[in-house]
Nanobody, 123 residues
């Protein structure tokens, strides 16, 4: 059974940092594209970042470029999202996801989703 279990998140002041983790079971992250998305109340789910199975190719939303970093540890089957210089606009529920096709910013391209974790940035 393929499962993505998220950890991290919480409450932080603007300018602070958080790291999200996404541990995968039932799949090898090295064979997938792994992505992070977020959804604020009343808004559609939006793309944050993705990383290809080769590990070297990444894709970021313009809104987080230069502040967030996606990485993976193939040995631990875990993907991370390091979030620095957080802003109140980054407040959302964050989801990790996996797809077996290619680097994509579209939620519909992803087959498997984590349970979501709340990130709240106070001003």
């Amino acid at each position: 059974q393929v499962q993505l279990v998220q950890s991290g998140g919480g409450l932080v002041q603007a300018g602070g940092s958080l790291r999200l983790s996404c541990a995968a079971s039932g799949l090898k992250v090295s064979k997938y594209v792994m992505g992070w998305f977020r959804q604020s109340r009343g808004k559609e789910r939006e793309f944050v970042a993705a990383i290809r199975w080769t590990g070297g190719v990444t894709l970021y939303a313009d809104s987080v470029k230069g502040r967030f970093t996606i990485s993976r540890d193939n040995a631990k089957n875990t993907v991370y999202l390091q979030m620095n210089s957080l802003k109140p606009d980054d407040t959302a529920v964050y989801y990790c996801a996996a797809n077996r096709r290619d680097l994509s910013s579209r939620p519909v391209a992803y087959d498997t989703w984590g349970q979501g974790t709340q990130v709240t940035v106070s001003s």
